[in-house]
């Protein structure tokens, strides 16, 4: 999220996610306000004294407007009250109707949802959300548009009282396996200059003479993130889990599945490469990546030609030492 002037929120500022992400909404909110909010021509269709614009001859001679000095007529206006700030709006409206929020946060939403008093309420879908195209003249609603979603997808109503409830994201694993993921692909995207970040699609390494079988009937095979430069290749699939390892007769052990996985792709990529270039990069390298526990691995093995590592990151430490970890992996 590349916002100009960021807000500096300490690590012991706000205990709650509610609270951080209608902080960082907010500071998104008044940063958007005082630079100015988006404008532009939109197309209003009403009765009119007078004439403006063009002038709907049908409809103003049905409702018999001419005989009242008035006409049906459609004009361009340069108007604030757009989608994607009704859409901010919308946020903030949710964000002053949810319980449990900071109450010097919610005075704060509500000066800023009073600001916005000329454009009209409506009613939040997730598809507003994907409406709206950010570009280069209006990336300055990137930030808090990411947040807005995120509220949103996070505040269910209460129906006896009509206010809104947050959903604590932080105990669905699904939505935390995949901020990890992203997290992880953004963080090499804008970290280092190396490799290019992808994510990609490997074939099955399938026997053409002999295979019968329905194609589509196998599993796709998609990584998290795949790393290449012009001398190496590294897969990185992260895995947000409780522990990295497993108990097995009191012994721990890897995830069996995960190094599965990861060694098929490494094999089928391996494969894949050779039918495109004859002197294909055969030692591809693969790493694990774990959430810190309490328990750090940093396991290396060698498995045909492939390097694989198992190692884990504590996200619970300064951002300077996430930072050198991330990047000495793939070194």
């Known amino acids: 999220m590349d916002e100009a002037e960021r807000k500096k929120i300490s690590r012991s500022s706000y205990t709650q996610p509610l609270d951080l992400l209608a902080r960082i909404y907010i500071s998104a909110g008044q940063n958007l306000l005082k630079k100015g909010i988006e404008k532009h021509y939109r197309t209003i269709e009403e009765e009119y004294a007078g004439l403006k614009g063009k002038i709907d001859f049908c409809q103003s001679l049905k409702m018999n407007l001419f005989h009242k000095g008035r006409a049906h007529c459609a004009f361009d206006e340069f108007s604030e009250n757009i989608p994607s700030n009704q859409l901010v709006k919308a946020i903030f409206r949710r964000l002053l109707q949810t319980k449990d929020l900071n109450v010097s946060l919610k005075q704060e939403a509500k000066a800023c949802f009073q600001r916005m008093g000329a454009i009209d309420n409506i009613t939040i879908t997730k598809d507003l959300f994907q409406s709206i195209r950010i570009h280069q003249n209006n990336n300055s609603y990137g930030l808090i548009l990411q947040i807005g979603k995120l509220i949103f997808e996070q505040t269910a109503i209460e129906q006896s009282t009509g206010k809104y409830l947050f959903k604590d994201f932080s105990r669905d694993h699904r939505k935390m396996a995949s901020l990890f993921e992203a997290f992880a692909k953004n963080f090499y995207e804008k970290e280092q200059k190396e490799f290019k970040v992808t994510r990609e699609d490997i074939k099955w390494n399938i026997d053409e003479e002999l295979s019968t079988g329905n194609r589509s009937l196998l599993p796709k095979m998609q990584t998290d993130i795949s790393l290449t430069s012009k001398s190496r290749k590294i897969i990185i699939d992260t895995k947000f889990y409780p522990q990295a390892l497993v108990s097995r007769y009191d012994k721990e052990k890897l995830h069996s599945a995960h190094l599965y996985q990861l060694y098929s792709y490494l094999r089928n990529l391996e494969e894949s490469e050779k039918s495109v270039d004859p002197t294909p990069n055969t030692t591809c390298e693969g790493i694990l990546l ?41 070194k």
Do not use: V
């Open 290 to 330: 774990y959430p810190d526990n309490g328990k750090e691995l940093n396991e290396q093995y060698t498995m045909g030609k492939h390097k694989i590592r198992i190692a884990t990151i504590n996200l619970d430490t300064k951002w300077l030492k996430i930072h050198e970890r991330l990047l000495n992996l793939i």
